[in-house]
């Protein structure tokens, strides 16, 4: 594991985050926005849209751990009380493993419906479980629990760097925007 000091994430962190983060921001509501459709095409192209989009999310999140595992964060500043560097890593490895329970409940979900995963239209992933409506329907709650558990996490997660940007402005939000240390 790097045991660097320093203060700044590095490059393919930051990288990994606002890449993963901007993927959700058009996954999640494309999930929600074609659930409530008709049945047609386009609906089924959205579909793959967003299967495509969530199997990337989670090839990039075990890449991301990965990294974080041979990669040490910064240090969080002294300053923060207890109570919140141990509320900052429960979040944090709350929202590396929704990462990948998310699309791993949706590919299974698939599987299970008998609606293969075919990632950009051109790799067919293969099913995780045999078809079975009653199991699909059980994944399909599952993955909709965990996408409303996601997004109550990452708004908490802007919430706390939004706090700590402009009232505590410690530095903790701009380690995410800049390799230089603050």
Do not use: C
């Not at 990288?15 to 929600?32: K, S």
């Not at 926005?33 to 609906?43: A, D, G, N, R």
């Not at 479980?129 to 990452?154: P, R, S, Y």
């Not at 530095?171 to 925007?177: A, S």
């Amino acid at each position: 594991m790097s045991r660097s000091n320093s203060k700044a994430y590095t490059g393919t962190a930051i990288a990994f985050h606002w890449l993963i983060a901007l993927l959700i921001l058009a996954v999640f509501p494309l999930g929600v926005y074609m659930h409530e459709l008709p049945l047609s095409p386009t609906k089924l192209q959205l579909y793959s849209y967003h299967k495509w989009l969530g199997i990337t999310v989670l090839m990039l999140a075990i890449l991301r751990i990965l990294w974080r595992a041979t990669h040490r964060p910064p240090a969080l500043p002294a300053s923060l009380p207890r109570w919140q560097q141990i509320t900052t890593h429960a979040v944090h490895y709350s929202l590396y493993l929704l990462l990948l329970l998310i699309p791993l409940s949706g590919w299974l979900m698939s599987s299970a419906k008998g609606f293969q995963t075919v990632w950009f239209g051109v790799f067919p992933l293969p099913d995780l479980i045999a078809k079975d409506k009653a199991l699909g329907d059980l994944f399909q709650e599952i993955h909709e629990v965990l996408n409303f558990t996601l997004l109550g996490l990452v708004s908490l997660h802007i919430l706390a760097a939004l706090k700590h940007h402009f009232i505590n402005r410690d530095g903790i939000f701009m380690r995410m925007l800049s390799t230089r240390p603050r």
